[in-house]
C-alpha cells in the first residue's frame, strides 16, 4: 500500500514532512508521487498564507471526488489555524496537530484501514471484543473527529505544541543524503500583527539541547554536508527554560567545538532569528568557527519605526542596525538574507521610502518580499487593508529593483575567485551543476560528473548576475573530492 505526502510552506514544515514519512514507513506505506497510487493522502498544511491554504482547498475537492471510485483515507496537519482547522474537518477524514504524529497509526486503525504493519500482527492482536478505554489511542481518536469541531465552536482553545517533546522522538526519513533539518524549538511567542504561527504551533518549547547534539552527531557521522537548525525565533532558544537550558550561543559553540574536533568538513546554518534578541553574543560564537555558515538570515519586515510598532516587532531600527554592523565588522564575509513586507496596513509613502532606504544601506543579497494579505487569525485581521493592491505591487517591483542591484555589485566582486561550494544536483541548463556557496548564493559549473551532486569542490568564478553565478570546476579538486 502506498501514501502520497505534499508540504506547503517553511523549512519547518519540510522538516515536519520528514517526520510523517518516517511514521508511514513504520505502519507498512511506501511513498508514491503519483496521487491515483495512494491508499492514503496528506498535506502539511500553512495557514500563514493564503495561497498555501487555497492550494489545500483545491487538492482536498479532488481528493473528495477520487473517493468516488476508490476507498482512500485523507488527512491534514501542519500550522493549522483554528478556523481553517474548523473548517478542514468538513473536508479531510484527519485533522490532528503535529505533535500528535505519533498516534496516527492509531488514528488510521480506528478510521478503519487496515495498514500492512498491522496484517503482521496476530489477529487476536487486531480484534478484541472489549478494546482498552484507557489509552492514549482512545482520547486522540475523539479529539480528531467531532470533539475537537465541539472544541472549536465553544471558544476552547486547543494547544498544537502538547506532545511535541514526543513528535520530537520521531526519527526522520531525509529526503536528502547530504543535506538536513534539525528542529531545536517549536512556536512562537512574539505575536507579530501580521503572522499567524503563534495561533498554529503554540508558545515557543525548545528542544532539549541533548537531543539537538545527538542527532547532529548522528547526521555528521553519516556524511550530511549542510545542517540547519529551525525555530520560529531560534535565537531565543532556551529562554522558556532559563536555568535548565543552555542558550543559542552556547549551543553554536557547542556545535563549533563538535565541528573542530571532529575533522568532518560541514556547514551549519539556522533559521530564523528574530532581531530582538539577536545579540553580538551569536555574532561572535559565528565569526570563531568554521563550520558555523557565514550566512545570516535576519527579517527586516519593515524599514520604519512606526511600522514595525504596528508590526509589535518589539525592536527599533537602531537595534536592528547595531546587529547588521556587527555582523559586517565580526564577520565581514558573511551573506545577509532578510524578509520584507510591502503595504503593511496604513503604511505611507514615506514609510515604505524609509524600508526601500533601509536596503540601500544594508545591501542585502537575497531578500523574501512579500506583498501584505490579511490573514484570518492575526491580530492585524482586524484592521483595515487600505494599501491599494497596484501600490503593494509597486512597492514590491522596487524594492526588487533595489535587491537586484545591490545584489549584482557583490556577485561581481567574486569574479575571478576561488569558493568553496557544495553541489545540490543538475541545473536547468543541460550539461551543468547546481551548487551553493557557504553564502547560499547559487552558481553552476558545466560538468556531467554527477557523483559531485553532495560533495564540497573548489570553483573559479566567471560571471555573475544579480541572484546566480557561474564558475568553472578546478581539476585538481574535483579529483580530490572524487576519490576522496
Known amino acids: 500500500m502506498k501514501y502520497h505526502l505534499i508540504s506547503l510552506g517553511c523549512q519547518m514544515n519540510l522538516s515536519d514532512t520528514e517526520r510523517v514519512r518516517t511514521v508511514m514507513h513504520q505502519m507498512g506505506f511506501t511513498s508514491t508521487e503519483n496521487e491515483d497510487e495512494a491508499a492514503i493522502l496528506g498535506i502539511i498544511a500553512c495557514s500563514v498564507r493564503q495561497k498555501a491554504i487555497d492550494k489545500v482547498y483545491s487538492r482536498i475537492a479532488h481528493w473528495n471526488k477520487m473517493k468516488h471510485r476508490k476507498s482512500l483515507i485523507t488527512f491534514v496537519s501542519g500550522c493549522i489555524l483554528p478556523s481553517d482547522r474548523e473548517k478542514f474537518l468538513k473536508l479531510f477524514d484527519l485533522v490532528f496537530p503535529m505533535s500528535e504524529l505519533p498516534e496516527l497509526p492509531d488514528m488510521v486503525r480506528q478510521y478503519g484501514v487496515v495498514t500492512p504493519t498491522s496484517l503482521q500482527q496476530p489477529e487476536s492482536d487486531l480484534f478484541t471484543e472489549n478494546p482498552p478505554t484507557d489509552t492514549k489511542v482512545n482520547a486522540k481518536s475523539v479529539m480528531q473527529n467531532v470533539a475537537v469541531g465541539s472544541l472549536i465552536k465553544s471558544g476552547v482553545k486547543l494547544n498544537p505544541a502538547a506532545g511535541i517533546d514526543e513528535f520530537w522522538h520521531v526519527e526522520p526519513t531525509y529526503t536528502s543524503d547530504f543535506e538536513a533539518f534539525i528542529p531545536i524549538q517549536n512556536g512562537c511567542d512574539k505575536f507579530c500583527t501580521f503572522c499567524a504561527v503563534p495561533y498554529t504551533r503554540g508558545r515557543e518549547v525548545s528542544r532539549p539541547s541533548v537531543e539537538i547534539m545527538d542527532e547532529l552527531h548522528l547526521l555528521v557521522e553519516k556524511g550530511f554536508k549542510s545542517i540547519t537548525l529551525l525555530g520560529q525565533n531560534v535565537n531565543s532558544y532556551g529562554l522558556d527554560k532559563s536555568g535548565q537550558e543552555i542558550t543559542f550561543p552556547q549551543l553554536l559553540q557547542q556545535i563549533g567545538d563538535y565541528g573542530q574536533k571532529s575533522g568532518k568538513e560541514f ?79 496604513g503604511e505611507t509613502d514615506e514609510q515604505f521610502e524609509n524600508t526601500r532606504l533601509a536596503m540601500e544601506i544594508f545591501k542585502y543579497n537575497m531578500a523574501y518580499i512579500a506583498q501584505y494579505s490579511v490573514r484570518p487569525g492575526a491580530a492585524s485581521s482586524r484592521w483595515a487593508d487600505d494599501v491599494p493592491k497596484e501600490t503593494k505591487k509597486e512597492r514590491y517591483h522596487l524594492l526588487s529593483a533595489e535587491l537586484s542591484k545591490h545584489a549584482l555589485e557583490y556577485n561581481k566582486t567574486l569574479v575571478g575567485k576561488k569558493v568553496r561550494v557544495l553541489v545540490r544536483g543538475r541545473d536547468r541548463k543541460a550539461g551543468y551543476l547546481s551548487a551553493l556557496t557557504e553564502g547560499k548564493l547559487v552558481i553552476r559549473f558545466a560538468s556531467e560528473q554527477q557523483q559531485l551532486i553532495g560533495r564540497f569542490v573548489d570553483l573559479q568564478i566567471q560571471t555573475a548576475t544579480p541572484l546566480s553565478l557561474e564558475g568553472q570546476l578546478i581539476a585538481e579538486a574535483a579529483y580530490q573530492t572524487i576519490t576522496a
Open 267 to 345: 556547514w551549519v546554518y539556522f533559521t530564523s532569528p528574530h532581531p530582538r534578541d539577536m545579540t553580538d553574543e551569536v555574532i561572535e560564537v559565528i565569526s570563531k568557527y568554521l563550520v558555523l555558515a557565514k550566512q545570516i538570515h535576519l527579517p527586516l519586515q519593515s524599514g520604519d519605526d512606526a511600522v514595525l510598532m504596528r508590526m509589535n516587532r518589539k525592536h527599533t531600527m537602531d537595534k536592528y542596525r547595531h546587529i547588521m554592523e556587527t555582523i559586517r565588522r565580526l564577520i565581514p564575509e558573511a551573506t545577509v538574507f532578510t524578509d520584507i513586507i510591502v503595504g503593511f496596513t
